[in-house]
């Protein structure tokens, strides 16, 4: 069974951010954890909109940085920043698979379609820093492409140390079942990633030679995975976790921009207990921190 640095959570968009690192942290002290991917042209530029801009990573133990970008430039100036903030590895993003990125950007998956740029910046971002390098990709562009295994050989030769490959091509987006494919043929070590929410499933990637698992919508919800999948338990009280998220989220972002992002939060916390339906409706109608913890105190019979 994988150990304490092998089961990853995943770079997740509007996720993975600061807060939910923090409350993952609690029952994973040890798990490499990966941002939610950050803009090279936003992180460079210090645009002051985007605050994981700025943030620190010297603090939060095992935790990598992804950037994204079609910059070869860019990339490397990210990468540096990224480094000299304390993240403990630099994962690049070819496989992000949402039009604004692996189209109009020109980044993300689209890589997977440019082996040549992808070379160049991989090579790029490897030379720009002391840390780790890994990459994050997925099977191929489509059914017509799936040519990961040329695009992890060209990370290895460009220095890159480790990959995550999610089980489906760009055009099935996150639609149909992931399919992870043998890869003890890898010049690297590969990290599993798309549909693990079980021991067995982690059990299954590692007969298939994977050397990690990276846990992605998974945890949404269920901060505690990474934890229960090597034998944790999950907490007796998920209340009292949900309103310390909610404290994190107000203390990053501010009352006015916190409690509209939380409330997908507490969506999934809630999901699948009685009258989850109706705390839903009632918590999207709250801007109150105050009242939101009202109503996930009430939902949770704390008293």
């Keep these: 069974m994988f150990g304490d ?18 409350v993952i942290r609690q029952f994973s002290p040890y798990a490499p954890l990966v941002t ?22 010297a603090n939060e133990g095992n935790v990598g940085a992804q950037i994204f970008g079609a910059d070869v430039g860019l990339m490397a100036d990210a990468a540096r920043i990224l480094q000299d903030a304390g993240a403990k590895w630099i994962d690049i993003n070819m496989g992000c698979p949402v039009p604004k990125v692996a189209t109009r950007a020109g980044a993300g998956a689209h890589l997977m379609r ?11 971002v490897v030379c720009a820093v002391q840390i780790p390098v890994s990459v994050k990709t997925r099977l191929g562009w489509d059914d017509e492409h799936r040519d990961w295994g040329e695009l992890i050989k060209i990370a290895a030769d460009c220095g890159v140390q480790f990959a995550a490959l999610h089980g489906r091509t760009r055009a099935q987006l996150y639609l149909g079942e992931a ?8 010049p690297i070590p590969i990290i599993a990633n798309g549909d693990i929410k079980s021991v067995s499933d982690v059990e299954q990637m590692e007969k298939l030679g994977y050397c990690g698992v990276m846990i992605g919508r998974g945890i949404l919800g269920r901060p505690w995975l990474l934890s ?22 107000v203390e990053y972002y501010g009352e006015r921009a916190g409690v509209p992002m939380f409330r997908k939060h507490a969506a999934w916390y809630s999901a699948g207990m009685p009258n989850s339906s109706d705390f839903r409706i009632k918590v999207n109608r709250i801007d109150s921190a105050s009242l939101l913890k009202v109503a996930i105190r009430e939902f949770w019979g704390i008293i």
Excluded: W
């Design 36 to 57: 939610e991917m950050i803009s090279c042209h936003s992180l460079v530029g210090q645009h002051k909109n985007c605050v994981r801009n700025f943030d620190n990573y």
């Design 228 to 249: 229960e999948l090597q034998g944790g338990e999950k907490p007796k009280n998920v209340g009292e976790i949900v309103l310390q998220h909610l404290d994190y989220v």
């Design 179 to 186: 399919v992870h494919p043998d890869v003890r043929d890898m």
């Design 5 to 22: 640095n092998q089961i990853f959570a995943a770079p997740l968009a509007g996720i993975t951010d600061q807060p939910f690192r923090r």
């Design 114 to 124: 440019d082996h040549k740029l992808a070379e160049q910046i991989m090579r790029a």
